[in-house]
């Protein structure tokens, strides 16, 4: 028996706060891999590891945020919590990967297009490991050329928002970096729920049981203090708003005099006639 799917059970709510939460996580990832690009080699990678959590915890509250307005009529939703949350694990790695890959290549040519394609494959891989973890009395079927439409989705949108946040062009960008990736994720998710559908086992009778969201929220706990705590970072480093350093950052080398210090020198030489009567002073004992 095929199943009576419903994707909007609390209407545009599901939808727009699951957008939302990718656009947060989206914008908090890309202005870490923004801040990334600004900093010394040695800062960089804690930059880009805190920017691949921040997207990953994005896409996957945003995920569930919006199965929480998905419901079948004939059957009760659970879900599997290590497979959940392996869902989790494996966004934050393969988002990792591609950040990292377009952090210290660049945001342009063959590093883009591998970290981009390699960011849209961890949300798809994301999302359909997630669907894996549902449990109900049924078996889930997908139609084929529907989910390769999503994975492309997912790969284009990632790729043009890493691009965007490689920029480095103020907070405008990131802006705009953070609501592509959001539709990146919103895209990608909605287009593979489109591709599902439910064929129940012949049980009957409907069942009741929990409702989504009584089971989903206490497991968004945790992400969503994460975004908060990596909100936190972000708001609080000066050079995050703008985009750009303050000052150009200078490589200080033993024997190699830096160009502030010459400056200073120049500005403040002493005047001629102070060293001039210094000598005269210097002189009169040798005279005597």
Not at 249 to 262: D, Q, R, S
Request: with cysteine; net charge positive.
């Amino acid at each position: 028996m095929r199943g009576t799917v419903d994707g909007f059970t609390y209407g545009l709510v599901t939808p727009v706060v699951a957008y939302l939460m990718a656009c947060l996580g989206g914008a908090l990832g890309l202005r870490c891999t923004t801040r990334s690009m600004l900093v010394a080699q040695s800062w960089r990678p804690g930059w880009l590891a805190l920017g691949a959590a921040a997207i990953g915890s994005g896409i996957w509250t945003m995920h569930f945020v919006a199965m929480m307005g998905f419901t079948v009529k004939e059957a009760p939703i659970h879900y599997d919590k290590a497979l959940t949350f392996a869902s989790l694990g494996v966004a934050i790695v393969m988002v990792g990967v591609g950040i990292f890959i377009v952090g210290y290549r660049g945001a342009r040519g063959a590093a883009l297009f591998t970290g981009g394609t390699i960011t849209g494959l961890g949300v798809a891989s994301m999302h359909y490991l997630g669907m894996a973890g549902m449990r109900l009395n049924g078996k889930l079927e997908y139609n084929t050329l529907t989910v390769a439409v999503s994975v492309v989705i997912a790969m284009v949108a990632a790729t043009a928002a890493l691009w965007a946040a490689g920029q480095v062009r103020g907070f405008a960008w990131s802006v705009g970096a953070s609501l592509v990736m959001g539709l990146a994720v919103s895209g990608m998710h909605y287009t593979g729920m489109a591709a599902l559908s439910v064929h129940l086992h012949d049980t009957g009778v409907p069942t009741e049981g929990e409702s989504p969201a009584e089971l989903l929220w206490p497991m968004l706990v945790g992400p969503l203090a994460f975004l908060v705590l990596a909100g936190v970072v972000v708001l609080f480093d000066p050079m995050m708003v703008m985009g750009k350093p303050a000052v150009t950052p200078v490589e200080n080398k033993p024997g190699v005099p830096a160009h502030p210090a010459v400056h200073h020198q120049a500005h403040h030489v002493p005047p001629r006639p102070v060293r001039l009567s210094a000598r005269r002073r210097s002189r009169t004992p040798q005279n005597r």
